[in-house]
């Protein structure tokens, strides 16, 4: 029975904790995703007009962050 007990506060304290970060980790993502998408964007229009291009180094680091 305390095993049992004590499964239920760590899956509770769990549960607590993940539904007060996720929400935060969503959208850091998304913001994340977005900011790639447009520096992805950004580096094409350059090549299409001959312009100075986004280091492939800095695209793919942000990209390995989660983008």
């Not at 970060?21 to 998304?30: F, M, R």
Request: glycine share 4%; proline share 3%; aromatic share 10%.
């Amino acid at each position: 029975m305390k095993s049992l007990t004590f499964a239920l506060c760590i899956s509770s304290l769990f549960l607590s904790i993940t539904a007060a970060i996720l929400p935060k980790l969503v959208i850091a993502y998304l913001a994340l995703s977005a900011y790639v998408f447009l520096l992805y964007y950004l580096d094409k229009q350059r090549a299409r007009n001959h312009g100075r291009r986004i280091p492939e180094a800095k695209l793919h680091l942000i990209n390995l962050l989660g983008g």
